[in-house]
């Protein structure tokens, strides 16, 4: 999993990687011995089975704002209290 970060942390970081040819990319990729799968994934910019290739998850977040009915309103010069929020 390390070799494939690296892979996409070098292609991310040097504007140069991206402009290489795909003979070079596939060279890099052997180099770090990526599977064939692996490699098929990223020449194809499948990110959905990179995740699955890569046992990761997506990275869900919801929020949920607390409606207030008793506020203040707006013009009142008393400080208003933030709304509590969640985050998962």
């Known amino acids: 999993m390390s070799n494939v970060i690296q892979l996409l942390e070098r292609l991310g970081e040097d504007a140069n990687l991206s402009d290489h040819t795909l003979e070079n990319l596939k060279q890099q990729m052997q180099d770090l011995e990526l599977s064939e799968v692996t490699q098929k994934a990223i020449l194809e910019g499948d990110a959905n089975a990179l995740e699955t290739l890569m046992n990761l998850s997506p990275i869900v977040c919801g929020i949920i ?24």
């Open 65 to 88: 704002i607390e409606d207030d009915e008793d506020s203040p309103d707006e013009n009142e010069d008393e400080p208003q209290q933030p709304s509590q929020a969640v985050a998962v």
